[in-house]
């Protein structure tokens, strides 16, 4: 059941904690740009990705409800891209009211459905836009133009689990039934969006009782799914976990993942939790999985060796002294950069791939 707390509802009282972390961000900046020459998590990187880096990490801090008022709604977050890309807005709205918003114009022969990220709370990082504009250019100059469609699902507290997956079995059924051939059809994910795309697997070889059953057209499978970090472990709870192991070098703290991760779970029945805590799985839920989806690729997770057994065709890409959903970052300030990471031409290559067979 969703909560009677609104999306970013914050107070008087929020005032002076979200004034004090915003006032205390210039000193950080300028503290961390000099430490860096010498610091072993920030001293490969650029002084933009020093300051995007810090910024992200250092603004998390304030409490969710506060994040979300900073940051504003999912249809924010992409009316501030469309005007930033000076592109024209153009968003989809279904019978149920669900949104689907365009990067450019609508298309229905090749297709990329994004799920962003953000702890299921809030559009974040919000420069996963510009990012998804970068690889649609370069794949579109390689001779295979997509379209690529934002899904703005309902978000935490307004909406709770199963919610967002039942949504994202909507816009895909929605898609296809537009005439988006699931051959045609990839699915990208980061962090909680690389989890939603679990969720939609597990349901689709697992139907949640909560949820209408959805597949595919006999004898079709998705064309790929790229996975950006996937947050499959909420609690943070399995041994060696990389909350823990990585929470000093990363954008977000272990204990804010964790925190998030905790309010997401709470009334979830424990025999559901596989489809939101993917490394808890046993090792034979994702069996089948490669008749779901023909070519996947997961940066970061050691919990893939859940997925990877039932499917000889994933790609597990581990990002040296990369961060959380990494190639992000890279376009904090709207464009790309001129030296990208190593991650961002490979999923430009791979993507084009999945389309070349068209």
Not at 94 to 119: F, M, S
Not at 238 to 248: L, T, Y
Request: charge should be neutral.
């Amino acid at each position: 059941m969703a909560s009677t707390r609104k999306f970013g509802q914050v107070s008087l009282y929020d005032a002076p904690r979200m004034l004090a972390v915003v006032a205390s961000l210039p000193l950080l900046l300028s503290y961390k740009l000099v430490s860096s020459c010498w610091d072993k998590n920030q001293k490969h990187k650029t002084w933009q990705r020093v300051l995007s880096d810090v910024a992200t990490g250092h603004l998390s801090r304030m409490t969710t409800p506060q994040v979300q008022a900073a940051v504003g709604s999912s249809l924010d977050v992409y009316n501030a891209f469309i005007k930033q890309a000076k592109l024209t807005s153009n968003i989809e709205t279904l019978d149920n009211g669900l949104q689907i918003a365009w990067i450019g114009p609508k298309r229905t022969d090749r297709v990329a459905l994004y799920l962003h990220g953000g702890g299921f709370t809030l559009f974040a990082p919000t420069c996963g836009l510009p990012f998804l504009h970068h690889v649609q250019e370069q794949v579109n100059k390689k001779g295979s133009p997509v379209g690529f469609a934002v899904l703005l699902y309902t978000l935490h507290p307004e909406a709770t689990f199963p919610t967002p997956l039942r949504e994202t079995t909507a816009a895909v059924a929605h898609l296809i039934n537009s005439g988006v051939a699931p051959k045609n059809l990839t699915l990208i994910g980061d962090s909680a969006g690389g989890n939603l795309i679990l969720q939609l697997f597990s349901h689709m070889l697992h139907q949640h009782p909560a949820v209408n059953p959805f597949s595919l057209p006999p004898g079709t499978k998705f064309g790929g799914a790229f996975l950006m970090s996937p947050w499959v472990s909420l609690t943070g709870e399995d041994p060696g976990n990389s909350f823990d192991e990585n929470g000093d070098s990363d954008v977000v703290t272990a204990t804010i993942l964790k925190a998030w991760g905790v309010d997401m779970m709470k009334g979830i029945p424990e025999e559901q939790h596989m489809y939101m805590e993917a490394i808890y799985a046993s090792d034979d839920w994702f069996k089948g999985v490669d008749q779901v989806v023909d070519s996947v690729i997961i940066s970061l997770g050691s919990w893939s060796n859940k997925f990877h057994p039932h499917h000889a065709q994933s790609e597990l890409i581990r990002q040296k002294l990369g961060v959380h959903v990494d190639p992000f970052y890279d376009f904090f300030f709207g464009k790309a950069p001129k030296n990208l990471g190593e991650l961002t031409p490979r999923i430009i290559g791979w993507m084009a791939d999945v389309y070349k067979t068209d």
